[in-house]
């Protein structure tokens, strides 16, 4: 017997059919995975309080893995929860954290999907694995297939950046390049499930509700982290929203087994060149339209024009007093250098995106200075090392033994520094 339950993570009903999409006919919502937590509540309790030792497979106990005697493993999770001090004074606010998912082994919190997803299909001894992707979900699948040993197809579509295709090509995955949308890479990944034989791993809870489950751990490994003393704010980049759903979905688990006293106000961060969440809660919809025209963005991670998950991200965001913001690509950036010279994190536009509307939101004073803040860094920086490089001042040379050049160029650094 299965230990969980597909309901509606909005308003619980059950669902029947096991099929996609995982969505409820009742509201919309999208379906999760629900443990009956209340039957061995100790024991949740316990594995919750013992997590942050090897990473996401502590929590096996809270994870609808039924079948999988083996894990694919990379040792993702268990990612630090840094106390960002100097990036607080900036920002103007008494205390930041800032959860490091850029340390896992792909370089983002995708890898929390990939291992459940790639010990799912192994054990189910599923041929091949697919996805259309712009390049983290990608880069993370393929990193598990290796691992799995599985082969893994990767539908990439134009614009694509190719620091993410030459990863996946590096883990030995075989990319396929498109002269379509995102969405046509997707929908080809699930059309090959019939012509191919392979499992289609789109990373949301629409069409994988199980292996999306792996996100909730982040919560989890935050509770423990802070001593179950919960942030104000929990500040999320959004692209199709399985991320913000599931870290609320941990904190709900924690709420429920008395772990912690409060849900903190979650926000939706997003870049405004592709920002259909915000729009959507700004104009107070039940579910987000699609986003017209081309995403023109630098934050390409998040810029996904349908939000998959949209329906209930916006219960999450309304339930919990939160909201929703959106950041140019000029404050991305600009909060992208500050985390790296602040704070010493290299963190990709799409999850600078979380510091740069925690910014806009202390500006708007509806964040205010007393509140503990906490912004999710999703993704890994170092694959967008060009970027880093915009706005920089020029370098100065300096001629062969040209002791006082040397001199005039350290001063020149240390009087740009007071
Ligand atoms: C995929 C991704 C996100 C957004 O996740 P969703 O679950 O689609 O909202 C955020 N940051 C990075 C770096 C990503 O790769
Ligand atoms: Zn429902």
Redesign the pocket.
């Known amino acids: 017997m299965k230990k969980y339950q597909l309901v509606c993570s909005v308003c619980g009903k059950p669902f029947e059919d096991e099929a996609e999409p995982y969505v409820c006919p009742a509201c919309g919502g999208l379906m999760e995975p629900r443990i009956d937590l209340s039957a061995q509540a100790e024991h949740y309790r316990q594995v919750i309080r013992d997590g942050c030792q090897t990473g996401v497979w502590d929590y096996r106990d809270l994870l609808p893995v039924e079948g999988v005697d083996e894990a694919v493993t990379l040792g993702e999770g268990n990612t630090p929860l840094l106390s960002a001090d100097r990036l607080a004074k900036v920002i103007g606010v008494e205390s930041i954290f800032l959860k490091n998912e850029t340390v896992n082994p792909s370089g983002?919190?995708?890898d929390r999907f990939a291992t459940l997803a790639l010990s799912m299909e192994k054990a189910k001894k599923t041929p091949a694995v697919a996805l259309g992707s712009a390049g983290?979900?990608a880069a993370a699948m393929a990193a598990y297939s290796a691992k799995a040993g599985m082969p893994c197809f990767v539908l990439l579509p134009p614009g694509a950046v190719a620091e993410r295709g030459w990863q996946v090509r590096g883990y030995g995955a075989n990319l396929i390049r498109m002269e379509h949308t995102i969405d046509d890479c997707i929908s080809m990944a699930k059309q090959g499930e019939i012509l191919f034989g392979w499992k289609s791993l789109t990373?949301?809870m629409l069409t994988n509700p199980l292996p999306s489950d792996g996100y909730k751990t982040i919560g989890y490994e935050i509770g423990k982290q802070l001593d179950f003393q919960v942030p104000d704010w929990v500040i999320v980049?959004?692209?199709?929203?399985?991320?913000?759903n599931k870290i609320y979905k941990g904190f709900q688990d924690m709420l429920e087994l008395g772990l912690i006293n409060k849900i903190p106000r979650f926000v939706g961060a997003q870049a405004a060149g592709c920002a259909p969440l915000a729009d959507a809660f700004q104009k107070g919809l039940s579910k987000p339209e699609i986003w017209p025209g081309v995403p023109q963005t630098v934050a390409f991670?998040?810029a996904?024009v349908c939000v998959y998950d949209g329906v209930t991200a916006l219960d999450v965001l309304k339930k919990t007093g939160g909201g929703a913001e959106a950041a140019t690509d000029e404050e991305i950036l600009e909060a992208m250098h500050l985390i790296a010279s602040k704070e010493g994190v290299v963190a990709?536009p799409?999850?600078a995106c979380s510091v740069a509307c925690a910014r806009k939101l202390v500006q708007k004073g509806i964040i205010r200075t007393a509140d503990r803040v906490l912004c999710v860094l999703?993704?890994n920086g170092m694959r967008d090392l060009k970027l880093m490089e915009q706005g920089q001042k020029e370098v100065p040379f300096v001629k062969h033994r040209d002791v006082e050049g040397v001199k005039a160029a350290v001063n020149a650094y240390l009087e740009a520094r007071e």
């Open positions: 983002t919190y995708k983290n979900a990373t949301n980049p959004v692209g199709g929203a399985a991320l913000l991670a998040i996904d990709e799409a999850s999703s993704g």
